[in-house]
């Protein structure tokens, strides 16, 4: 069966700047990266050097047949010290959106993917008054990026953001949440944390949204990362509950944009017995192996915002063995299109990543479409991404 995509379509690959460009030594994480009792395995240093590589990274994306590519802009760079902005690191991220443009390629730009500058951290991050007002300062420094752009997303899974920096809080790791069988039950302190930054951080979102509503060539909204609750008999309850704290009340923020980005690898399962769990296929994670989650996702995203036109920001696997990238990627396309096919308005697929890159603490889960060797930079393209090439190409997949 021929499965076509709706014209024009966006197929892309999505990366981050901390993840990807290196040295980025006047954010938030490089001090926690090289601290004596870091939380981290390992620092992220010279990460993909994309900060110097990133036209070669345009030119795989552009011969891959892919007509989308994903970046974020690092705020800590451009505003290394509250109020300076750095002319050439605009300069800069500026040459990366035209060099988009030049190659055919629609850039799709985050203003904030999770680092942000260590002085803001400093003074409180999201949760400080003054977030909402630094933010917008800063959107308003990178307007002249953005010229020619069509696609902003002003935060990137403020859920995640919420979650992880309440974790912190509580001395947690996401990683000790989901790499748990079954979800716990999480306690009312850390509830209430993630509360605070679940009120706080829409403000700041909705700050840059009125700088960016000026420019009406521009479709702006931000991403959510999908955890999938799902309860097993006599769970759901708990389930629905985590789905509306986590991920609903940030999807309700998305009503009035543009669009939404929707984020999906896995799912998590309330109540799931210790039997079902020692049997799951896992990927790198060790979340479960769910290829169809990125249409639950779309499904929840159209059940809670009908009408928001979605963009599929990010979605993929972190696997060693590329074969399986290949699996889980056309189980979410033809899950994707499914969704489609119900009425849902999907723009396009970004997936998250065009390189194996410094994934928040380790460079061991391989989420790339390309590798990049840890010493040289060299990349090399995997099949996986030809894969994603072809279906771009045709607009459609086969299955
Ligand atoms: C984030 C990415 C991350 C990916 C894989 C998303 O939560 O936006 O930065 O690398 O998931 O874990």
Redesign the pocket.
């Given at each position: 069966m021929n499965r076509s995509f709706p014209a024009g379509f966006l197929w892309g690959a999505a990366t981050?700047a901390h993840?990807t460009e290196g040295n980025n030594t006047t954010s938030d994480l490089w001090p926690l990266e090289y601290a004596a009792d870091s939380p981290f395995q390992e620092p992220s240093g010279d990460a993909c050097d994309s900060l110097h590589r990133w036209g070669e990274d345009l030119d795989i994306v552009r011969d891959l047949g892919l007509n989308a590519y994903r970046f974020s802009l690092e705020w800590a760079r451009i505003e290394p010290v509250r109020g300076v902005v750095s002319r050439a690191m605009l300069g800069h991220y500026r040459s990366i959106a035209e060099g988009c443009l030049e190659r055919g390629i629609t850039p799709v730009v985050t203003l904030n993917?999770?680092t942000v500058p260590l002085w803001f951290a400093k003074s409180g991050g999201w949760l400080s008054s003054e977030a909402p007002t630094d933010f917008a300062r800063f959107v308003r420094s990178v307007l002249p990026v953005l010229d020619g752009v069509e696609w902003v997303c002003t935060l990137?899974?403020p859920n995640?953001v919420a979650i992880t920096s309440a974790l912190r809080a509580h001395k947690m790791t996401l990683e000790m949440l989901t790499s748990l069988d079954d979800v716990p039950v999480l306690p009312p302190e850390l509830l209430a944390s993630v509360a605070n930054v679940a009120r706080a951080i829409p403000k700041a979102h909705e700050a840059a949204q009125e700088v960016l509503g000026n420019l009406s060539a521009v479709r702006s909204g931000w991403t959510v990362?999908h955890l999938l609750f799902e309860g097993v008999e006599g769970a759901q309850e708990r389930a629905d509950a985590l789905n509306d704290t986590l991920v609903d009340h940030f999807l309700r923020v998305s009503a009035p944009d543009g669009f939404v980005g929707v984020?999906a690898?896995s799912r998590f399962v309330v109540g799931r017995d210790e039997e079902t769990a020692r049997n799951l296929r896992r990927t790198q994670?060790g979340y479960e192996f769910l290829p169809d989650a990125i249409g639950r996702a779309v499904r929840a995203t159209a059940a809670v915002i009908p009408g928001v036109p979605v963009l599929v920001t990010?979605n993929?696997i972190?696997t060693e063995d590329d074969d399986e990238r290949v699996e889980y990627l056309d189980g979410a396309l033809v899950a994707l299109h499914d969704q489609i096919e119900a009425g849902v308005d999907v723009r396009g697929y970004l997936h998250?990543?065009l390189l194996d890159n410094y994934?928040?603490g380790s460079y061991r889960?391989k989420?790339g479409l390309v590798s990049v060797e840890r010493e040289s930079f060299e990349r090399t393209v995997k099949p996986s991404a030809h894969h994603l090439g072809a279906i771009a190409r045709a607009n459609a997949i086969a299955r």
């Open positions: 981050a993840q993917h999770f990137n899974e995640i990362a984020q690898y994670m990010e993929g972190a998250w990543s994934e928040w889960p989420f």
